[in-house]
């Protein structure tokens, strides 16, 4: 029989990107992982105190994750002819509006209890990242569907 994995094994990530969560383009996969790191880099620190430098470290990394990820997945939306563009983009504008509190709080002296934050970054990976993300992987499959022009103006009309 083989022994039980110990201890490091099992508490080492709490979840593992793996290929079913593709939404079929690398940079972006790329800036989901991110999300998935912050989750295994907060588990360990649930329940505990006085790991506030580890807490504010994750939120430097949602920092860059907001910077990053929203600008190129929207285009990309656009590019594809995505018709929800605009109700996708209104969900990370609320994540970024989210992102940039935790930071100003941080600023303030106050840091989030990495219960709330790990709470709040799973519900982006369960909901948002294998739930909205995943609608516009068919307009990738078939480009050719386009069912909207590649370029808007900001009031929403084609150029
Ligand atoms: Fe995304
Ligand atoms: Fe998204």
């Known amino acids: ?54 807490v504010h470290a994750v939120i430097e990394t949602l920092e860059d994750f907001v910077l990053v990820h929203f600008s190129e997945e929207e285009q990309l939306q656009r590019q594809i002819g995505y018709p929800d563009w605009r109700q996708h983009k209104a969900q990370h504008d609320a994540m970024y509006e989210l992102v940039f509190k935790l930071k100003a709080d941080l600023e303030h002296g106050r840091t989030p209890d990495a219960q709330v934050l790990f709470a709040i970054l799973n519900d982006w990976l369960v909901r948002h990242i294998l739930g909205e993300d995943r609608k516009y992987i068919p307009y990738l499959d078939h480009p050719a569907e386009r069912t909207a022009p590649l370029w808007t103006r900001a009031n929403g009309r084609p150029c």
């Open 1 to 54: 029989m083989a022994d039980a994995p110990g201890p490091e094994e099992t508490t080492a990530h709490f979840i593992v990107w793996t290929q079913a969560m593709s939404v079929g383009r690398d940079s972006l996969d790329g800036h989901h992982q991110m999300i998935i790191d912050c989750l295994n880099r907060l588990h360990p620190l649930l329940g505990t105190s006085g790991r506030d430098a580890e």
